[in-house]
């Protein structure tokens, strides 16, 4: 176990270092000037103006420089300024981080406890209305795209029922219950989409598994229908539904900016999206680097749950 | 909906306002927090360089200035009580009694000395550095500045009431604080809690210079960028008042009961052309474009009616600079697009690369309406979607042929010409090396003169003479609006220049029923 461990750190720490590398000169080579941005389009225009506050944010410097600047402070724990605010990009990655994985971890735990039970029922009574229902919802589910899902839960929660708030985010130490509401909606539209998939992939998964010899010979020996399901099929079936989750998880890090716009949620894709727009590098490169970090972090726990799991994983064979 | 056209006259704007309708004179009361929803993430608190258009309210709040606009849009005294002119180039202050910074220390002439110092120093990136480039600024006594330019400037006074010319305390400044993050003015309210991108608190300045102002207790910014997100925060009430209100909801949220919009031109769109680059260095090329454009189909399709056509030079009809005659120049006449194109030598017509920002509906859709009009007359048109970044880029060097391009009026005066079209004016003029000496001479000529009659007459010439040329063409104003709770009060929607001011100029008068 710590051997397997082991080995897929050195391999993470390799991936990162090599995604965090490509990152920082990709960027680099967008076309757009950070400090034409900063500038505005006033000021942006006056070429001596533009030299001076290049050479005050250390961009005119070699670019393999900055790199080395870059990979120096990095082993510090220093991700450099913001070109745009001028503040740590750290404190700022680090204060977004929470709030787009309670979001993730929110939704994910919704789309687990419906979408599983919904996939054994689903392949269970694959031809029987129950199943047909349940595989519906699930199409809708993850076939919709989540500004619509989004925009429905606006109408209905917020203006029709003025129950939720329409966008925005509370912190929790504000006001818990505030905190709770504003997420909800959010999270809920990341969950109903991870909810379809996780469905889907049971059903499938666990429809595969029901025909193999191991389940025929539980029933046998004597198992309950139900019983060996339970023990023995759903969890050979779940193997790849928490390889997809992990990789789908991962996904969401960077890849909730529509959720996040549309509810006005503060998040590290948004940081990431803004970032972009103002070729901000110092940021793009930190928040791109806590996303790897995490997402490499979710794939081990994926890994980690899958060998659990199954065996078979930790050993390689 | 209590809706005034009082665009956007650049021009009079500071002159002659038009009547407030509705205002009444109800007694206001104190207390409350305003919950605004802004579309700008402002990044930065930098009194001194422009960010967007929350960014000039966060600083008309933070900060003051020498002097400034009232809401009749007409100067008015801030930090300066009183000021004398002794000739056409300079200006002698003298400053309120016992103004503090929030951070209680007073406000002397050497605090203003310095911030029109660090507006000048190309290190600071400064919005107006331009504007006070060669001025030279003298401490008399701890109350009393003056200002003195090279050149006769009959802009100065309305560059100085800008909230870009914030005056900050040279002391502070002198610790090195993060002035991106942090503030410290003289302006009705603190800045008391900050997230970049995502919120600003800010509370009540009990010391503020004037007597029982601000009545509000505080105001919560919160910067939501989605335009839907924005709109229903309002709806539901999870904010008191919007900016930016998207214009395909301008007249929808105008029926909701409860609330008002009220909205003013704040900006004109353009075709800007690389007029130094063949083929688009010949003016009759240029008219072409002009004379074929629907700009009533613009109006409709891209801004729900909510703006108005553009035939002649972006002076609005209440300013004492307008001009009848000039306002029809480019009624929509393809035969005379297709009659110019043949004259300047192309009778079959030309392909052009049409620029455009992909980020808003009104920019996209002016361009698809655009390049549709230019087919009707042999101008194949391909439509480049452009980021924010590569636009500001391929406007700074000139890499582009034609354009669209949303202005906002720079400034209260028609001297704004000369930051468009002057030959040194990096905006536009000086990337691409376009120089037009009888312009040049006729701007010089306004901005040095005093007498209002005198002016109107200069300027019927520089408009002339730039319908002439035309090195844009203008498309139409496009309304800027505020949306608000009834209960919210004393808010006026100003134009032009002063446009994106406006919710700043009214912040200290607010207050909540």
């Known amino acids: 176990m710590v051997k397997f461990l082991g080995r897929r750190l050195a391999a993470s720490a390799f991936m990162i270092a090599i995604a965090a590398t490509i990152v920082f000169f990709s960027v680099h080579l967008l076309p757009g000037d950070p400090v034409l941005i900063l500038l505005g389009e006033q000021g942006a225009a006056d070429a001596e103006v533009v030299a001076r506050l290049r050479a005050q944010l250390n961009l005119d410097a070699p670019l393999y420089q900055q790199y080395l600047d870059w990979l120096g402070g990095l082993f510090s724990g220093d991700l450099g300024k913001s070109l745009q605010t001028g503040l740590p990009v750290a404190e700022e990655v680090l204060r977004r981080i929470p709030r787009s994985l309670e979001l993730i971890v929110a939704g994910l735990a919704f789309a687990i406890l419906l979408g599983i039970p919904m996939g054994v029922v689903a392949a269970r009574r694959r031809a029987a209305p129950a199943g047909l229902a349940v595989s519906a919802v699930a199409v809708a589910g993850f076939s919709a795209p989540v500004f619509v899902t989004g925009i429905l839960l606006v109408i209905v929660f917020s203006l029709w029922l003025g129950i939720l708030p329409s966008s925005g985010y509370v912190a929790f130490g504000a006001d818990p219950l505030g905190h709770l509401a504003a997420g909800l909606m959010p999270a809920l539209t990341i969950g109903i989409n991870f909810m379809g998939v996780v469905t889907r992939m049971t059903r499938a998964s666990l429809t595969e598994v029901l025909r193999r010899d191991f389940v025929r010979a539980a029933r046998a020996r004597g198992l309950s229908h139900r019983a060996a399901i339970r023990r023995h099929a759903l969890p050979n079936a779940l193997v790849p539904v928490v390889a997809i989750l992990g990789v789908r998880a991962g996904n969401l890090l960077g890849g909730t900016v529509i959720i996040e716009s549309l509810f006005d949620w503060p998040g590290l894709s948004s940081l990431l999206v803004s970032a972009c727009f103002a070729r901000d590098y110092p940021m793009i490169q930190g928040a791109l680097l806590a996303i790897f970090v995490l997402f490499a972090f979710i794939s081990l726990v994926a890994d980690l749950i899958q060998s659990f799991i199954d065996p078979r994983m930790r050993t390689g064979r | ?513």
């Open chain 2, 1 to 513: 909906m209590r809706k005034r056209f009082a665009i956007a006259t650049m021009a009079a704007m500071a002159v002659f306002a038009a009547p407030v309708a509705g205002w009444s004179a109800e007694t206001p009361e104190r207390g409350g927090t305003l919950r605004y929803g802004t579309v700008t993430e402002v990044s930065s608190l930098d009194p001194h360089i422009y960010v967007g258009s929350a960014w000039k309210v966060l600083m008309e709040a933070l900060y003051s200035t020498l002097v400034g606009f009232n809401q009749e849009a007409e100067l008015v005294p801030e930090l300066a009580e009183s000021w004398e002119q002794p000739d056409a180039g300079s200006v002698v202050f003298t400053l309120r009694k016992g103004v503090t910074f929030h951070d209680g220390t007073p406000l002397t002439a050497a605090d203003v000395k310095f911030s029109l110092e660090r507006i000048q120093n190309p290190d600071t990136g400064a919005t107006l550095r331009p504007n006070l480039e060669g001025a030279t600024i003298t401490v008399v006594d701890d109350r009393t500045i003056k200002i003195e330019k090279p050149q006769p400037d009959a802009t100065l006074m309305s560059v100085l009431a800008l909230p870009e010319a914030s005056i900050v305390s040279r002391q502070w400044m002198g610790g090195n604080p993060n002035v991106k993050a942090q503030a410290n003015g003289s302006g009705p309210f603190m800045l008391e809690d900050y997230e970049p991108a995502v919120k600003a608190t800010l509370v009540r300045n009990p010391d503020y210079f004037v007597e029982g102002q601000p009545y509000l207790d505080g105001v919560d910014f919160r910067m939501i960028k989605n335009h839907d997100a924005r709109v229903n925060a309002l709806r539901t009430g999870a904010v008191d008042m919007i900016d930016f209100v998207p214009w395909k909801d301008i007249d929808a949220l105008g029926r909701v009961s409860g609330l008002v919009v009220e909205s003013a031109g704040g900006a004109f769109m353009n075709l800007w052309f690389n007029a130094t680059k063949a083929p688009f260095d010949d003016p009759r090329v240029r008219k072409a474009f002009a004379f074929a454009i629907d700009r009533e189909a613009i109006s409709k399709a891209a801004f729900f009616g909510h703006g108005t056509p553009l035939y002649g030079p972006p002076t609005t009809p209440d300013s004492p600079y307008f001009q009848e005659d000039l306002a029809e120049t480019f009624r929509f006449d393809p035969e005379k697009a297709r009659a110019l194109l043949a004259e300047s030598g192309h009778p079959n017509g030309m392909n052009v690369e049409l620029g455009v920002y992909q980020g808003l509906a009104i920019y996209t859709t002016t361009a698809q309406i655009i390049q549709a009009n230019l087919k009707e007359v042999g101008i194949e048109a391909n439509i480049k979607l452009l980021e924010w970044a590569n636009v500001v880029e391929n406007k700074n060097s000139g890499n582009y042929d034609v354009l669209v391009y949303g202005v906002s009026v720079k400034l209260p005066d028609p001297d704004a010409y000369s930051y468009y079209f002057g030959a040194e004016s990096t905006y536009w003029a000086k990337p691409i090396g376009f120089r037009d000496a009888q312009l040049e001479e006729l701007l010089a000529k306004g901005r040095a003169l005093t007498d209002e009659a005198e002016r109107v007459a200069v300027y019927r010439q520089v408009e002339e003479r730039l319908l002439e040329i035309s090195p844009w063409v203008f498309i139409n104003w496009r309304e800027q609006a505020q949306a608000y709770r009834k209960n919210v009060r004393g808010y006026k929607q100003l134009g032009g220049a002063l446009s994106e001011s406006s919710p700043g100029i009214a912040l200290p008068q607010l207050w909540i029923q």
